[in-house]
C-alpha cells in the first residue's frame, strides 16, 4: 500500500479469528525511500528577504551515487498571480555530489524574495540515475506594510451605493472589506 512521504519503523499487525482459534502477529518494517531529501523552510518570508533555503539529502540505495538536486520556484496558484517568478536565486540553482551509502549531505540555496504578496511553491527534485525524489514545499508573502483599518460613513443616495473611490491604494491580495447597511 501506499504510505506518504515518511522515514522510519512502520509496525504492521495482523489479527485472525475463526469459532475455535485465535491468533495475531506483529512485525517492525523499515520505510525508506533510496533517496531522502529534507528541505527546511522559514514560516513566511517578505519582499525583498533573503534566505539560505538547507536542503539535506540523505543516499539510502545501498550504493554510492552520484545525485543532482536541484531546486525551482513558482507562484503558488491561489492569489491568481502570474509573471516572473517569485523568489530569485542569488546562488546556484543546483548541485552536484557524490553521496555513498547512508551518507548524507546539505546542500544550500540562496533566494531573495521578489514579489510582493502572495505565495510561492519551492520544487526541489534529486536524482542519481534512474532514482527521483522529490518535494514540493509552500511558502507564504507577509506584506512589509503595518496593518492598518479604516472605516468610511457612505450615503446611499436614490438607492445608488458608490464606495469605489473608498478601495484605492491597497497592495493587492492583502485587503480585506467588509460592508454593513443600516437604516
Not at 132 to 138: F, H, P, Q, R, S
Not at 164 to 173: A, H, Y
Request: proline share 5%; glycine share 8%.
Amino acid at each position: 500500500f501506499d504510505v506518504p512521504q515518511y522515514r522510519g519503523k512502520l509496525r504492521v499487525m495482523a489479527v485472525s479469528a475463526s469459532k475455535t482459534r485465535m491468533g495475531h502477529a506483529s512485525v517492525d518494517v523499515v520505510v525508506k525511500d533510496p533517496l531522502v531529501v529534507q528541505t527546511t523552510l522559514p514560516r513566511f518570508l517578505t519582499e525583498g528577504d533573503q534566505a539560505e533555503v538547507p536542503v539535506f539529502v540523505t543516499n539510502m540505495s545501498g550504493k554510492p551515487q552520484e545525485v543532482t538536486l536541484e531546486m525551482d520556484a513558482k507562484w503558488l496558484d491561489t492569489a491568481g498571480a502570474s509573471g516572473a517568478a517569485p523568489i530569485a536565486f542569488t546562488g546556484a540553482k543546483s548541485a552536484k555530489f557524490m553521496l555513498g551509502d547512508g551518507e548524507s549531505k546539505t546542500s544550500v540555496f540562496r533566494v531573495r524574495v521578489t514579489a510582493r504578496t502572495g505565495a510561492a511553491t519551492l520544487e526541489v527534485k534529486a536524482s542519481a540515475g534512474k532514482i527521483v525524489a522529490k518535494e514540493n514545499l509552500d511558502i507564504p508573502f507577509e506584506s512589509t506594510g503595518p496593518r492598518s483599518r479604516s472605516t468610511h460613513l457612505v450615503q446611499v443616495k436614490g438607492g445608488q451605493l458608490d464606495f469605489t473611490d473608498k478601495l484605492t491604494g491597497w497592495v493587492p491580495g492583502t485587503e480585506r472589506s467588509s460592508f454593513w447597511l443600516t437604516n
